[in-house]
């Protein structure tokens, strides 16, 4: 397998020659391509070294005419002769190159003439991350279909703590195999029907409640049923995400606009997974002015939303349908009963007290409660590793219960 590490100019420079050995170690054949200012950080020797192939350093810097003319068309040669491009660090002027179209050195020509895959591994200081332009190219980069190995947060070389840190080597590595992988089609006829992220229910015109839900579970969900081949629709509460490639998007704020929602997708589904955290309570008739303070005490009288997951349940037919539990103690218990009362066939339970897994973070550990089979404990992995679990268990569980209507 032939792949290209890109280089951007950055401290985490030093860090893509440990996930050039990486990718070595995986089986991969791997061809560095360094920025100018990559090669400020480290020697494009050290990779020389590391992958036993020369690094590509610039488009015509330093050659002679003859050297240009034939070297010309190297980018192309590139492009064609591997299977996945990898930027890491990708730094903000990088990211803001790719998502203009410019190609002004070898890494970014080589990424416009590149019709593969692409995977990108961003790193720079926090402020510069949360930056809207930086946080506006990544979405549209995500939506042309390339794939971020979003930073860590944590201490940065600026001395700053936050978003930022070049992800793991070994993540990356993990990322660019399992996109050199041969898709599992095992999707394909399935029309899978997702919710996700949080709602939020209108106290007046500009005040709500809601929850920490990020819909990262339900995104990674989608966007895995999607490539293994099934028409996938996700109804998504208000989250900070953008839309996994080829997959149709229904934005929704409230329970209620996400049971409306629901219920329209419901005819096509064969498979229905309800990940959103849906806010439980609202506030019936929310004034259409804005509430104004007062020295007293007050309160608010809510009312219980639609139990989308429920309704759901008992008009399902022989769809698939998997909720999500989300709790603080009692998991295995809770989530037996939220499949009994709800009629689901799975519920997928987690411990949301839990420090980094769960609501906001990218990681997550799960057990499944499964109709007719006992609990499965999924351990701690990537929110994308944990959608892979649960799609893989749906398409067997599907087959089990199937095997038991027939017999
Ligand atoms: N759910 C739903 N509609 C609601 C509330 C929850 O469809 N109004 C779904 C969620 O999408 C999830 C499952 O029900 O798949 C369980 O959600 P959770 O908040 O864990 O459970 P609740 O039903 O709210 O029960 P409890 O508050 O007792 O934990």
């Given at each position: 397998?032939?792949?290209?590490?890109?280089?951007?100019?950055?401290?985490?420079?030093?860090?893509?020659?440990?996930?050039?050995?990486?990718?070595?170690?995986?089986?991969?054949?791997?061809?560095?391509?360094?920025?100018r200012?990559?090669?400020?950080?480290?020697?494009?020797?050290?990779?020389?070294?590391?992958?036993?192939?020369k690094?590509i350093t610039d488009l015509f810097a330093d050659r002679s005419a003859d050297e240009v003319l034939a070297s010309s068309v190297e980018h192309i040669r590139?492009?064609?002769?591997?299977?996945?491009?990898?930027?890491?660090?990708?730094?903000?002027?990088?990211?803001?190159?790719?998502?203009?179209?410019?190609?002004d050195d070898f890494?970014?020509t080589?990424?416009?003439?590149?019709?593969?895959?692409?995977?990108?591994?961003?790193?720079?200081?926090?402020?510069?991350?949360?930056?809207?332009?930086?946080?506006?190219?990544?979405?549209?980069?995500?939506?042309?279909?390339?794939?971020?190995?979003?930073?860590?947060?944590?201490?940065?070389?600026?001395?700053?703590?936050?978003?930022?840190?070049?992800?793991?080597?070994?993540?990356?590595?993990?990322?660019?195999?399992?996109?050199?992988?041969?898709?599992?089609?095992?999707?394909?006829?399935?029309?899978?029907?997702?919710?996700?992220?949080?709602?939020?229910?209108?106290?007046?015109?500009?005040?709500?409640?809601?929850?920490?839900?990020?819909?990262?579970?339900?995104?990674?969900?989608?966007?895995?049923?999607?490539?293994?081949?099934?028409?996938?629709?996700?109804?998504?509460?208000?989250?900070?995400?953008?839309?996994?490639?080829?997959?149709?998007?229904?934005?929704?704020?409230?329970?209620?606009?996400?049971?409306?929602?629901?219920?329209?997708?419901?005819?096509?589904?064969?498979?229905?997974?309800?990940?959103?955290?849906?806010?439980?309570?609202?506030?019936?008739?929310?004034?259409?002015?804005?509430?104004?303070?007062?020295?007293?005490?007050?309160?608010?009288?809510?009312?219980?939303?639609?139990?989308?997951?429920?309704?759901?349940?008992?008009?399902?037919?022989?769809?698939?349908?998997?909720?999500?539990?989300?709790?603080?103690?009692?998991?295995?218990?809770?989530?037996?009963?939220?499949?009994?009362?709800?009629?689901?066939?799975?519920?997928?339970?987690?411990?949301?007290?839990?420090?980094?897994?769960?609501?906001?973070?990218?990681?997550?550990?799960?057990?499944?409660?499964?109709?007719?089979?006992?609990?499965?404990?999924?351990?701690?992995?990537?929110?994308?590793?944990?959608?892979?679990?649960?799609?893989?268990?749906?398409?067997?569980?599907?087959?089990?219960?199937?095997?038991?209507?027939?017999?």
């Open positions: 397998m032939n792949v290209v590490v890109g280089v951007g100019g950055g401290i985490a420079a030093y860090k893509a020659a440990e996930l050039a050995r990486a990718l070595g170690e995986r089986g991969c054949a791997v061809n560095t391509v360094m920025t200012s990559a090669q400020e950080f480290v020697r494009p020797l050290t990779f020389a070294a590391l992958t036993g192939r690094v590139v492009a064609r002769e591997n299977q996945l491009l990898i930027v890491a660090p990708a730094t903000a002027d990088l990211l803001a190159r790719f998502a203009n179209g410019l190609a890494l970014t080589l990424y416009l003439a590149f019709s593969g895959p692409v995977l990108i591994a961003p790193a720079m200081n926090a402020q510069m991350w949360n930056h809207p332009a930086t946080q506006a190219n990544l979405a549209l980069l995500k939506a042309r279909g390339v794939e971020v190995v979003e930073p860590g947060s944590g201490p940065l070389a600026c001395g700053e703590v936050g978003a930022g840190r070049l992800a793991e080597p070994g993540l990356i590595a993990e990322r660019a195999l399992a996109l050199l992988a041969p898709a599992r089609r095992d999707f394909e006829g399935e029309t899978v029907l997702i919710t996700a992220g949080p709602t939020q229910e209108a106290l007046d015109p500009v005040r709500f409640i809601s929850n920490r839900s990020s819909g990262k579970m339900g995104y990674a969900l989608a966007e895995d049923a999607a490539r293994r081949g099934a028409r996938v629709v996700l109804v998504s509460g208000p989250v900070n995400l953008a839309a996994p490639a080829g997959v149709e998007i229904v934005h929704v704020r409230s329970a209620a606009d996400m049971r409306n929602a629901v219920l329209e997708q419901l005819t096509a589904a064969t498979m229905v997974i309800k990940s959103a955290a849906v806010a439980d309570y609202y506030l019936e008739n929310a004034p259409p002015q804005k509430m104004k303070k007062a020295a007293m005490r007050m309160s608010i009288e809510l009312s219980p939303t639609p139990d989308i997951l429920a309704e759901v349940g008992r008009i399902k037919g022989d769809r698939l349908l998997i909720g999500f539990a989300a709790e603080t103690q009692n998991l295995a218990a809770e989530a037996r009963r939220k499949l009994e009362t709800k009629n689901a066939d799975m519920i997928v339970g987690n411990l949301v007290s839990q420090e980094g897994v769960g609501l906001e973070s990218d990681m997550n550990e799960v057990i499944l409660v499964r109709r007719g089979a006992d609990p499965l404990a999924l351990p701690k992995a990537t929110k994308r590793q944990i959608a892979t679990q649960i799609l893989d268990e749906a398409l067997r569980l599907r087959l089990a219960l199937h095997a038991v209507t027939r017999s």
